[in-house]
């Protein structure tokens, strides 16, 4: 009879213990996390796994489920090592359950930023120093740190980053993107070396990549770009100067204020182009796709001169001297009418 009622009160437990398990399991299964806003964004930081996933959610008590069930679920389908870093948008009404698998899919929102060409690599880190966007890990967010970081100490960092809109998810660094770019830049200048025109005056992709920067600043008028890369080319064909004043304006560095006057001309820096026969020693800005592929197509013609005409950016272009300072008197003439 003892042993009768020890096996009914064993059984009853089972049974009892059975049906909390299946209620628990339920309500885990089926009970909405507390979210603090209709659409919740998470964010699983780099280096993170579910161990911190579910001590974050402990902490700022999103659950009314004891978010350790997370554990073993996750560790009965085999799948806690398979969460993605990112940030994740939570909809109302998701259960934990559900919540994993948002971070296991990996769907993480995606943000953008834009480097824009011409600018410097300086003004690019610059930029992202200032912005939240990024998890920001340089000490000193110059040219050269992140060119060490980079693994190029020895390479100089000025036109080596691709300009076009980037999209990443939240917990990228500042030299993780930074090496997205430098990476693209080295690719697409590789690729479009390798479809060049004949005969360029370039024993490098690197000189390219610097004359793709100084078309860059000329002009912002894409139809112009190769007509003016026409001009460069045969200028350095001939051994002429090639007298832009965007190399000498980057020679002049902080001491720049908007304009440049005949003293600056006749200084000599290494990027002075008007004293200094060639190309520059480095790139002076950073270059579009679209002044890379003018650089290595050029437009055939004789014009060796070009100067603005004062109308929406564009440049009036000559072949001889005479015909250049007339076009120059007449940017002239309507500079000071204008004013």
Do not use: C
Request: hydrophobic fraction near 35%; glycine fraction near 6%.
């Amino acid at each position: 009879m003892k042993l009768t009622m020890k096996l009914f009160l064993l059984v009853l437990i089972v049974a009892i213990t059975a049906v909390a398990g299946m209620f628990e399991y339920q309500r885990f299964m089926t009970t909405p996390l507390k979210l603090p806003t209709d659409t919740y964004h998470y964010t699983v930081k780099k280096g993170s796994n579910l161990k911190h996933v579910i001590q974050h959610i402990s902490d700022e008590q999103l659950s009314d489920v004891p978010p350790i069930y997370l554990a073993l679920y996750s560790r009965w389908k085999g799948n806690s090592n398979q969460i993605k870093t990112g940030e994740f948008k939570i909809p109302a009404g998701t259960t934990l359950p559900q919540f994993l698998e948002h971070l296991i899919e990996g769907k993480a929102i995606q943000r953008g930023f834009t480097i824009i060409e011409g600018t410097t690599s300086q003004q690019l880190i610059d930029s992202i120093a200032k912005n939240d966007l990024f998890e920001h890990t340089l000490a000193t967010p110059t040219v050269e740190s992140v060119m060490a970081a980079l693994g190029k100490p020895d390479e100089h960092g000025e036109g080596r980053f691709h300009p076009e809109t980037y999209y990443f998810p939240a917990g990228t660094t500042d030299i993780d993107f930074l090496r997205r770019a430098y990476k693209k830049m080295e690719t697409e200048l590789a690729k479009a070396w390798q479809n060049k025109a004949a005969d360029l005056p370039y024993k490098t992709p690197y000189e390219a990549l610097i004359m793709a920067s100084i078309i860059e600043k000329e002009t912002g008028i894409a139809e112009e770009r190769p007509e003016i890369a026409g001009v460069f080319v045969r200028r350095l064909n001939i051994g002429m100067l090639l007298q832009t004043d965007p190399t000498v304006i980057y020679g002049m560095g902080d001491s720049y204020d908007g304009d440049i006057r005949r003293r600056d001309l006749r200084k000599d820096t290494p990027y002075n182009t008007y004293t200094r026969a060639g190309l520059p020693p480095t790139p002076i800005a950073l270059p579009s796709q679209a002044a890379i592929e003018a650089a290595l197509h050029p437009k055939a013609g004789k014009s060796l001169y070009f100067v603005a005409t004062g109308s929406e950016g564009r440049h009036t272009f000559s072949n001889t001297l005479k015909e250049h300072n007339a076009a120059v008197q007449r940017y002239l003439r309507k500079i000071r009418s204008n004013n």
